[in-house]
């Protein structure tokens, strides 16, 4: 089998909700997604999609079509390995999330070619995990007290938050949820790298009896050495490494110096599922886990579902909120089921079936060769 085209047909995301994730703000304005397609000479396509509702396919597809399409056509799509280390050496002149999403339709065809959904054939370590909702950014405590209440009735089993940029502000927050929730309900603190090491540790201090899972990202994702420095004498358990330099090899220092007690990533900023799963590996080896990000659209994440679901290492799958903001051009998206558990399609591949009809609908351009199928 052999790759005979790479395309990418844009659309546009229209009404997206205006929010804000630790300042990272969507401006509420129509973003673009792009249908990334991988053609073969057996007819096999392998499909995902790119971009978000806060970042636009068009600030990376450029180098899709200059770059990495003239360096894997002709290639064999099952030698996943081996497109991988190709694509690595376009590294200098393309995007991250370019490469994760190309990793993404690789496997997808994988899938298909096996007859296999992609959680069997990373080692189908179970067939659902627990969900926890992903809060956006609130200014007030109480706007987070109330959607705490509507995710635990929607059945949610944990609940993180993104709190803003203000280190009291914060730890009222984590302690009236905590006083809401009770004991034993998990909660987690995903301070967004918003603050220096000064606050940061007052935020640390502030959590130590309030039993949070986890504390991530309360510094700048370069700042290994104050890393270290939190975590002495700290009962909180620190996640950090979303979005460290160095890719896969990035991930080296925070575990010899010890400095993360999880490691964190998605397939847009980690090399793919492939980038991903040799992650999940090198956790399992210093018996830490690989804690998956929230991938930024359907695609992604019904992807990273299908790898969470075929591991062990990881406990949570991330849902970040509101859905509006999350989901889009896919008929079969994923969704809490009664137990507050998520489980992928069980089709071949990632199993998705897309919304042709919207995706034709709101077309802006085709990129490559091919056709939109």
Known sequence: MKITDLTAT???????????????NGLGEPSELALLEIHTDEGLVGRTLLGSSIRSARLDIDSLIRVVRPALIGANPLAIEQCWVRMRKTYRSTTPRIL?????????????????????????ARTSIPAYASSPTHNEVDSFLR????????????????????AGTCIRICRALRERAGPGFPLMLDASSLFDFYDARRIV???????????EDPLPEHDINNYLRLREGNKVPLMATEYS??????????LTERATDYLRGDVLVKGGLTGLLKAA??????????????????AANIAQLHLACGISNTAWFEVLLPNEAQQLAVLNDIHIDRDGHMSPPDGP??????????????????LGQGRLS
């Open 147 to 166: 959607e705490y209440d509507r995710i635990v009735e929607e059945g949610y089993r944990g609940y993180k938050v993104h709190p803003p940029a203000d």
């Open 281 to 298: 590996h090198l956790a399992e080896a210093f018996g830490l886990n690989l804690e998956i990000h929230h991938g930024g659209n359907s």
């Open 205 to 215: 201090n502030a959590l130590q009896d309030l039993d949070f899972d986890w504390i």
């Open 245 to 254: 330099e160095g890719g896969l090899c990035g991930f080296i220092p925070w």
């Open 349 to 366: 591949g990632t199993g998705i079936e897309y919304d042709w009809d919207y995706i034709r609908r709101n077309r802006t351009e085709t």
């Open 10 to 24: 844009l659309f546009e995301w229209k009404d997206v909700p205006k929010v804000s994730y630790g300042g990272r």
């Open 100 to 124: 994760g999403t190309v990793d993404v339709a690789l496997w997808d065809i994988a899938g298909q070619a096996a007859g296999l959904p992609l959680s069997t054939m990373f080692g189908g």
